[in-house]
């Protein structure tokens, strides 16, 4: 389930007469291209000095993943709003997309953190190798050997002829197979 998108927005203050403006570029997670209008706006108030009344948006332009077939490690480095002081916080996820590891970030920030959608920037998301990984979460699934067993597997019939309301005994559910 992708929600996220990543937008890239470039936008600039309004010339005023002959002066140039800078050009100002910013990537960003959103739902959509409006959400992603609004957040771009709102950082670039906070670290520019820029109003949506006195600048522009040259363009907004959907970002699409290169390769979304392989799985990456991302880290995730994020400044947010505490209920009594501002936290800056790195995470690493593992996912196929970077917006996919930027959802489960905020999925993991609102369960665990209880921080709001609307109190989270994003500072930079990054692809790491797998050398660079620093979190137990992130390195316990690098190893090649990595296992997944299935303990409790229910027996099902082979045909429908075989299937039944009630069992004369219990099913075993442990699977001994290698």
């Known amino acids: 389930m992708v929600w996220l998108k990543q937008y890239e927005v470039i936008g600039r203050k309004t010339p005023v007469g002959e002066e140039e403006s800078q050009l100002m570029s ?20 906070k670290m520019k000095k820029v109003k949506k009344t006195t600048g522009d948006i040259i363009s907004v332009k959907e970002v ?5 077939s ?10 947010y709003k ?6 800056n916080m790195y995470k690493e996820y593992r ?6 590891a930027v959802e489960q970030f905020y999925m993991e920030m609102s369960g665990r953190h209880r921080a709001r959608w609307s ?24 190893d090649d050997k990595v296992k997944f067993p299935l303990p409790h597997r229910i027996p099902t019939p082979s045909s429908k002829q075989y299937r039944t309301t009630f069992k004369a005994r219990r099913p075993n559910t442990i699977c001994t197979v290698e």
């Open 26 to 45: 910013m990537k960003i997670f959103a739902p959509n291209k409006v959400v992603a209008k609004s957040r771009y706006w709102y950082n670039v108030r």
């Open 64 to 68: 699409p993943e290169k390769k979304s």
């Open 70 to 79: 392989s799985i990456k490690n991302f880290g995730v480095w994020v400044k």
């Open 82 to 87: 505490s209920r009594s002081d501002t936290v």
């Open 95 to 100: 996912d196929v997309t970077m917006a996919g």
């Open 119 to 142: 109190a989270i920037t994003i500072l930079k998301v990054q692809r790491i190798a797998s050398a660079d990984c620093k979190r137990a979460k992130t390195l316990q699934m690098l």
